[in-house]
C-alpha cells in the first residue's frame, strides 16, 4: 500500500509558477505521474515519469511550461509550472501505477492539490 500527499498548490497570477510536491509513504518503483481536474473537465494526464526518472510522457498543452521529476532517495515526485495561464487552474492529483502518459493505470492517488491561476 502506498500513500501519496500532495502539497504546493495555491493561487498564482497567469505567468507565474508553482512547484507541486508529492510525499510517497514509501519508495515507489513504479511510474509516477501528474493529473488535473477542472470544475466540469475530465480528469486528464499531465505528465509521467518512469522509475528510472526519464521524463516519458508530457500533455501538449504542458510541454515547454511544466516539468516533472522525482526524487526517490526522499520518496517525492514534482511537478514545475512555469508560465502558468488561467487554462492551468484546478486540481492537480499525484498518482503511482503502470504504463505510459494517457494510457497510465492507476493504482494509487493523492488527495490533490488545487491550483489557481488568475489573469
Known amino acids: 500500500q502506498v500513500h501519496l500527499k500532495e502539497s504546493g498548490g495555491g493561487s498564482v497570477q497567469a505567468g507565474g509558477s508553482l512547484r507541486l510536491s508529492c510525499a510517497a509513504s514509501?519508495?515507489?518503483?513504479?511510474?509516477m505521474g501528474w493529473f488535473r481536474q477542472a470544475p466540469g473537465k475530465e480528469r486528464e494526464v499531465v505528465a509521467t515519469i518512469d522509475a528510472a526518472g526519464n521524463t516519458n510522457y508530457a500533455a501538449d498543452s504542458v510541454k515547454g511550461r511544466f516539468t516533472i521529476s522525482r526524487d526517490d532517495a526522499a520518496n517525492r515526485l514534482f511537478l514545475q509550472m512555469d508560465s502558468t495561464t488561467p487554462e492551468d487552474t484546478a486540481m492537480y492529483y499525484c498518482?503511482?501505477?503502470w504504463g505510459m502518459g494517457v494510457k497510465m493505470i492507476v493504482d494509487y492517488w493523492g488527495q490533490g492539490t488545487q491550483v489557481t491561476v488568475s489573469s
Open positions: 498518482a503511482a501505477g
Open positions: 514509501t519508495r515507489v518503483y513504479m511510474v
